[in-house]
């Protein structure tokens, strides 16, 4: 057995315990978690054909590690795109961070010291619902991707986060699909928590509000094809 370098992602369900406890006398609760956990595993057996990579899942975490192949930092950023997106059908939000270095990671089993990295910067530096990298790990897989930087947007505290709040319009002023549904979604989070008597947990949503707020009044405009 050998460590290899390898890119990992660790995610965190927010709020996981509070949806345990409000799941013991409500059937819905148990509901949504066992369908939004069911479709984790799925995912993961749906995705363990991709070339070069692994996932494990247990109990409120997601852990995915690649190879440093090319473009790596473009297939990351699509694929934490649908975990978020599958997340937010069962109105759960996460947070995460992105790490590189040595890993070992087969179907059983997960560790090393860059799996350390990243649950480090989940647990004591992302604080938002955000999924962060650090500037140096950026830096050194941004040279082996394409055209990036947008996808991976830098935050007031230095970290860059994995952006979905670049909010799509055509030229006719209609919202775009997946923009639309991120829009509703956090929108109705955000009016469920943000009276949060805890400030931790207010602080949150207030971020996503920012963020909201600021792809709202600069979207991506594309045009519509004309029909000839």
């Known amino acids: 057995m050998e460590y290899s370098e390898r890119i990992i992602v660790f995610l965190d369900i927010l709020g996981f315990s509070k949806i345990i406890e409000e799941s013991v006398n409500n059937e819905d609760v148990r509901s949504n978690l066992l369908k939004a956990l069911n479709e984790m595993y799925e995912y993961d057996l749906k995705s363990k054909a991709i070339r070069g990579r692994q996932i494990t899942t247990f ?125 509703d979604v956090y929108t109705e989070l955000i009016k469920k928590n943000i009276q949060n008597e805890n400030e931790s947990i207010r602080q949150k949503y207030v971020w996503l509000i920012e963020k909201l707020e600021y792809g709202i009044k600069h979207p991506m405009v594309w045009k519509i094809k004309e029909d000839s």
């Open 59 to 183: 109990s409120d975490s997601i852990v995915i590690s690649y190879s440093l192949l090319d473009n790596v930092l473009t297939h990351v950023f699509y694929e934490i795109r649908n975990i978020i997106l599958l997340l937010l059908e069962h109105k759960l939000i996460c947070r995460g961070g992105i790490s590189k270095g040595l890993l070992y990671h087969d179907d059983k089993v997960v560790f090393g010291p860059a799996l350390n990295e990243a649950y480090s910067l989940e647990s004591k530096v992302a604080n938002y619902p955000r999924v962060i990298i650090s500037d140096d790990d950026f830096n050194i897989l941004n040279k082996k991707s394409d055209s990036i930087l947008e996808y991976f947007k830098r935050d007031n505290d230095g970290y860059r986060y994995i952006n979905l709040f670049d909010f799509v319009f055509n030229d006719k002023g209609e919202l775009g699909y997946i923009s639309k549904y991120i829009i």
